[in-house]
């Protein structure tokens, strides 16, 4: 099957862009053999670098799309270039979409790469998560435990209990 990445996207002192991160604190302990956990704030290059040399990769992130707060997309960005879905950037900005979008143009992009988002609420500095978002958190994390063939280990209140917020 290949090696396989999840990457938790955000920083954490911004709100709901922590979104992300907590996904993938409530996952780290239940993730598969050969599937790497990693942590980004998001920034274009770091996150091509990380991509490298697997074959499927799972990047969690929060957005800003206009959904109600909460709802989780899930879109398989490997098919088809990613839409704008208000991804925040980094300070040099450049963040996920342009990260994705070079990948694909370079031929670096993984031969699977899934974008599991989190429609966000509050984005200000310093701001707790929201309870939406914190909320969908321990959902997500269920469904990336089933995805990755971790059935009956993501039950939904050990995830939330997990979730930071």
């Keep these: ?35 790497e956990p990693v942590e980004e704030e998001g920034e274009a290059m770091a996150l091509m670098e990380r991509m490298e040399g697997f074959d499927t990769v799972h990047m969690i992130d ?41 990948a694909r143009a370079l031929g670096r992009l993984p031969r699977r790469c899934i974008l599991h988002a989190i429609e966000g609420e509050c984005f200000d500095f310093g701001a707790p998560v929201s309870p939406a978002v914190a909320a969908a958190v321990g959902e997500l994390a269920r469904r990336l435990l089933e995805e990755l063939g971790v059935a009956g280990k993501g039950e939904d209140d050990d995830a939330r209990g997990r979730s930071g917020s």
């Design 62 to 102: 929060a957005c800003r799309s206009g959904a109600a707060p909460g709802t989780i997309l899930r879109l398989e960005v490997s098919a088809a270039p990613l839409p704008e879905l208000g991804f925040q950037v980094s300070t040099h900005g450049m963040g996920l979409v342009e990260a994705v979008e070079l």
């Design 1 to 35: 099957m290949g090696r396989t990445l999840v990457i938790g996207i955000g920083r954490e002192q911004r709100g709901d862009d922590a979104a992300g991160r907590l996904v993938l604190r409530a996952l780290v302990d239940r993730l598969p053999p050969g599937v």
